[in-house]
C-alpha cells in the first residue's frame, strides 16, 4: 500500500446551538434529542464552507510538514459548496497558494470523504501525483428547514481534511507494505434517493423566473434502516478483502449520523462500542465532514500509534456507501 496519510486537520465554528435552544424554535424536546439520536450540540457556521475547509486545511498541511505548491491534487467531497463555481477546491487552492495543483470537488453526500479518500489514493497509487489533499466540508445547516423538527435537530457545520502521499522511500516519507490506505469497497444505489433529498436552488430558466429553494426532505426510519443493515454489511466485507478480522481493529472511524446506528453497527459486529469512537454528542451530523473530524480529534489526542489499523465507513444520500482500511 503505497499511500499514507501523513497530516490531518479540522475546524467547526464557534458558534453552538443547543438542544434547548431547538425547544424554542420547534416542538422538541432535549430528552427527544439524546434518546433519539445522542445529539446535544451542533455548531453553524455564518461564514461558509471555503471558510471551514481552508482552516481544516491549513491544520492538515502543517502537520503533513507539506509546502502548498507541493501539492499535487485537492478533492473537497462537499454537498453544501459556497457556490455552483469556482468549485471548493479552487477556492481552496487560492487561499492556501497550492498553485501547482488539480482541484475538484465530488459530490457523495455524507460519503463525500471517503469517495474523495478512494479517487485520491487511486491517483497516487496510479503514479499521476505524489501527494493529495482530501477534505470533506459542509454546511447542512443551509439545506434544512429550520421548521422542520424531524431534520433540523440532526446536522451541524464542519472541515475535516487528510493530507495524503506515496510513501516510497526516495521520497524522503518513510514507509512499509505494513502501513497505508486500502482496499476500499464503495456503492451506490441511486434508486433509493428520493429517501435523502435536496434540490437546493432550481436553476432559473427563461420559462420558470419564479424558482424557490427546497430544503432537504427524509424518509429517517427508511434510512435508519438503510444505515444499519448496509453498514455492518460493508464493514464485513472490507475486512475481508484486506483479509483481517474485526478483533484485528483498534477504531472503527464511522460517519457520525446517529448514536443508534452505531450502536446497532458495534453489536452486530459483536465488537466493545469503545472500538466505536463517537463525538455526534457534540457536533451532531456534520455530513461529508464527520470522518475527517473525528480522525483528526483521534489523532491529536495521540489515539493513534504508527501501526494502528482503523477502518473508516461512510454512508448517506445517494445512497452511497463506503469503507477502507487504514494503516496507520
Ligand atoms: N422532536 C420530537 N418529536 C419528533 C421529532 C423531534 N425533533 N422529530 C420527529 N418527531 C416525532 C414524529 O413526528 C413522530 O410522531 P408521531 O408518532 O406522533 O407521528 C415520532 O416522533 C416518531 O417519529 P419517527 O420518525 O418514527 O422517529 P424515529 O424513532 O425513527 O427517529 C430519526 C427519527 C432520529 C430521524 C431516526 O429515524 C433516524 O435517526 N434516522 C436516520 C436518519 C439519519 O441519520 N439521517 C442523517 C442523514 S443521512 C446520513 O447521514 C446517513
Not at 432535549?30 to 445529539?39: A, F, L, Y
Not at 445547516?141 to 433540523?152: G, L, P, Q
Not at 484486506?242 to 472503527?252: Q, R, T
Not at 446517529?258 to 457536533?283: C, D
Request: proline residues 4%.
Amino acid at each position: 500500500m503505497p499511500v499514507r496519510i501523513t497530516g490531518t486537520g479540522s475546524y467547526v465554528p464557534d458558534r453552538i446551538i443547543t438542544n434547548e435552544d431547538l425547544e424554542k424554535l420547534v416542538e422538541t424536546s432535549d430528552s427527544w434529542i439524546r434518546e433519539r439520536t445522542g445529539i446535544r450540540t451542533r455548531r453553524i457556521t455564518d461564514r461558509g464552507v471555503t471558510d471551514m475547509a481552508v482552516r481544516a486545511a491549513k491544520r492538515a498541511m502543517e502537520q503533513a510538514g507539506l509546502l502548498p505548491e507541493r501539492l499535487g491534487l485537492i478533492i473537497v467531497g462537499t454537498s453544501t459548496g459556497d457556490c455552483l463555481f469556482p468549485s471548493t477546491a479552487c477556492q481552496v487552492q487560492a487561499a492556501l497558494g497550492a498553485s501547482n495543483a488539480v482541484c475538484f470537488d465530488l459530490s457523495a453526500a455524507c460519503s463525500g470523504f471517503l469517495f474523495s479518500l478512494n479517487t485520491a489514493a487511486a491517483y497516487l497509487e496510479a503514479g499521476l501525483y505524489r501527494s493529495a489533499l482530501v477534505i470533506g466540508a459542509d454546511a447542512l445547516s443551509k439545506a434544512v428547514d429550520w421548521t422542520d423538527r424531524s431534520t433540523c435537530i440532526l446536522f451541524g457545520d464542519g472541515a475535516g481534511a487528510a493530507v495524503l502521499q506515496r510513501t516510497e522511500a526516495d521520497e524522503g516519507c518513510p514507509g512499509s507494505p505494513a502501513e497505508g490506505i486500502g482496499p476500499f469497497l464503495m456503492g451506490s444505489d441511486g434508486s433509493r434517493g428520493e429517501c435523502l433529498i435536496c434540490s437546493g436552488g432550481p436553476l432559473r430558466g427563461p420559462e420558470t423566473p419564479e424558482a424557490s429553494w427546497d430544503y432537504m426532505s427524509m424518509n429517517g426510519r427508511e434510512v435508519f434502516r438503510f444505515a444499519v443493515k448496509t453498514v455492518p454489511e460493508v464493514l464485513e466485507a472490507v475486512l475481508e478483502k484486506a483479509g483481517l478480522k474485526a478483533e484485528d481493529i483498534k477504531y472503527f472511524v464511522l460517519h457520525q449520523a446517529n448514536e443508534r446506528i452505531i450502536q446497532s453497527v458495534a453489536k452486530r459486529m459483536n465488537q466493545s462500542l469503545w472500538k466505536f469512537p463517537m463525538n455526534l454528542s457534540r457536533y451532531g451530523n456534520t455530513s461529508g465532514a464527520s470522518i475527517p473530524i473525528l480522525l483528526d480529534e483521534l489523532n491529536r489526542r495521540g489515539k493513534l500509534e504508527r501501526g494502528s489499523r482503523l477502518v473508516l465507513a461512510g454512508f448517506g444520500a445517494g445512497l452511497t456507501w463506503g469503507a477502507t482500511v487504514v494503516v496507520w
